[in-house]
């Protein structure tokens, strides 16, 4: 099972953006059984969550990104979404997507994620 992430680019501050992340090739499990997160990691920074989505659809988000960023799923095309509005250019980074089977307590947790992505760099010019 392979993650991708696209939809990263340069835009300027208070621009928007849309990041997919598409689940590709076998798995026992229904997607609608992960937990899923996008997490994002500036150089020289450790990785954050930013936001989380559960298998029961809670969501969750970092407090730097609340009505900005808009995290959704689509079981039926294996697919996670952030939509990024209001961008800043503190936004900048590498953003993955990660899964976890089963729901999570701490959906922001990056630890408790054990398959990722490769990555899709965004970056917000002032």
């Known amino acids: 099972v392979q993650l991708v992430e696209s939809g990263g680019g340069s835009v300027q501050a208070g621009g928007s953006l849309r990041l997919s992340c598409g689940m590709f090739g076998y798995t026992a499990y229904s997607y609608s059984d992960y937990s899923l997160g996008w997490f994002r990691q500036a150089p020289g920074k450790g990785r954050d969550g930013v936001a989380a989505?559960?298998?029961?659809?809670?969501?969750t988000y970092a407090d730097s990104v609340k009505g900005r960023f808009t995290i959704s799923r689509d079981n039926g095309k294996n697919t996670l979404y952030l939509q990024m509005n209001n961008l800043k250019p503190e936004d900048t980074a590498m953003y993955y997507c990660a899964t976890h089977l089963g729901q999570l307590n701490r959906l922001l947790e990056p630890s408790w994620y054990d398959r990722w992505g490769h990555g899709t760099q965004v970056t917000v010019s002032s």
């Open positions: 989505i559960g298998i029961d659809s809670t969501t």
